[in-house]
T-cell receptor, first 115, second 114 residues
């Protein structure tokens, strides 16, 4: 079982370019999340999805979009990258049992540099 | 709103000595709290979680944390540090307003010297 995979591992991108970060989980978890990690700020939630076909905005959604066409995949798109989007991006998933306190399982991350 | 504050950005210990990583929380109701660990260039791994059962929670790799409501604290401890414990540690609270979301502290980097 792979858990959560993310691609690419790292990327250098010119400002203004479009970029999609891929995330796939094989645990059949309902909920998925995208975070960015910046030095001194911890992890901040960008977007989330509690089930296929639905998405929601997190703390820092501007400049990012997501889709959830099926249970396994949750791509994050930067329509026109800017240098402030340089960060490490983590995808996560959780079973989302109602009333529970779900553990979130994290992917290995994508290191993105926007020049 | 739920939040956590990690009181130290860096903690340095010698191998074999105790580890204490401090975390205070703010919550208007009984919180669900977590500690995650991130080794260099790796993703995050759950160490332990508190969900209003026993106040002393045991996790992986010999770590444990104690929930103290009177002090609004959830400090992470380990009796004897190992070199492999060197990593970034995040205290996290579950926010239940609307969709459940994790709120992360800013992290504490643990340095372990021989």
């Amino acid at each position: 079982i792979a858990g959560i995979t993310q691609a690419p591992t790292s990327q250098i991108l010119a400002a203004g370019r479009r970029m999609t970060l891929r995330c796939t989980q094989d645990m059949r978890h309902n909920a998925m999340y995208w975070y960015r990690q910046d030095l001194g700020l911890g992890l901040r939630l960008i977007h989330y999805s509690n089930t296929a076909g639905t998405t929601g905005k997190g703390e820092v959604p501007d400049g990012y979009s997501v889709s959830r066409a099926n249970t396994d995949d949750f791509p994050l798109t930067l329509a026109s990258a800017v240098p402030s989007q340089t960060s490490v991006y983590f995808c996560a998933s959780s079973p989302l049992s109602t009333g529970g306190t779900d553990t979130q399982y994290f992917g290995p991350g994508t290191r993105l540099t926007v020049l | 709103a739920q939040s956590v504050t990690q009181l130290d950005s860096h903690v340095s210990v010698s191998e074999g000595t105790p580890v204490l990583l401090r975390c205070n929380y703010s919550s208007s109701y009984s919180p669900s709290l977590f500690w995650y660990v991130q080794h260099p260039n790796k993703g995050l791994q759950l160490l332990l979680k508190y969900t209003s059962a026993a106040t002393l929670v045991k996790g992986i790799n010999g770590f444990e944390a104690e929930f103290k409501k009177s002090e609004t604290s959830f400090h992470l401890t380990k009796p004897s540090a190992h070199m492999s414990d060197a990593a970034e540690y995040f205290c996290v609270v579950l926010r239940r307003t609307g969709f459940q979301k994790l709120v992360f502290g800013t992290g504490t980097r643990l340095l372990v010297s021989p």
